[in-house]
């Protein structure tokens, strides 16, 4: 047993799979990679890890299927998603699932690292406690009503010309707005929000 952390990779890009474990190794962890969620779901169990990092696109059984499994099972490490960028709403709705973040290929290791330090509290204490959940009440109660509206959305995983279509206001607009929503929240990414949103306990929008 080396002593260092350990990561679970799963991802079907071999350069890909093999990179993020070499940057993970220099990183000072102990990677242990698939090449596919049904070979995961077949070797994971008693290899206790911090967390799995997946990709969302996979043949099989893709990402979000993988977390719903493990979801099911109820014996897995947090979850991280990597993603492209045409798959931010299904990201979305994974973090509404319970994983911990998603990453947007390509991601800088500081990024990574920070999901990884989030997953390591987050196995320290599952859920918000009172005091974030208070907190993220405090933060959104900044917001006006047409700023809240197109949260909702954002954090639902729907994309500006869609929000702009269900409120009936231009896509510029819903820049305008998701850019003071981030700024008054304090949220520097979408990921962050979805996270503020979570801990309120506010139901995503259709």
Do not use: W
């Not at 799979?17 to 242990?32: H, Y």
């Not at 979801?71 to 709403?89: L, Q, S």
């Not at 279509?165 to 979408?190: A, M, Q, W, Y």
């Amino acid at each position: 047993m080396s002593g260092k952390d350990r990561i679970l990779v799963v991802d079907d890009d071999t350069d890909f799979r093999a990179s993020l474990a070499d940057l993970l190794d220099v990183a000072g962890f102990d990677v242990t990679a698939f090449e596919s969620a049904a070979q995961f779901l077949d070797r994971y169990r008693g290899l206790d890890a911090v967390c799995i990092v997946t990709d969302i696109r996979m043949p099989g059984m893709d990402g979000l299927e993988l977390q719903k499994e493990l979801n099911a099972r109820g014996d897995a490490p947090p979850v991280i998603i990597m993603t492209g960028h045409g798959d931010i709403p299904l990201a979305v709705r994974a973090m509404r699932a319970g994983a911990v973040d998603f990453l947007e290929k390509p991601f800088d290791l500081p990024v990574l690292l920070s999901s990884i330090d989030r997953a390591r509290q987050l196995r320290r204490q599952p859920g918000p406690s009172a005091e974030a959940t208070r907190d993220a009440e405090a933060r959104i109660a900044n917001l006006t009503d047409r700023e809240r509206d197109v949260m909702d959305l954002l954090v639902a995983g729907h994309q500006n010309k869609m929000i702009a279509f269900k409120l009936d206001i231009s896509p510029r607009t819903v820049e305008v707005h998701r850019s003071r929503v981030l700024d008054k929240t304090g949220c520097r990414s979408l990921p962050e929000l979805v996270h503020l949103c979570i801990a309120a306990k506010r139901a995503p929008q259709a």
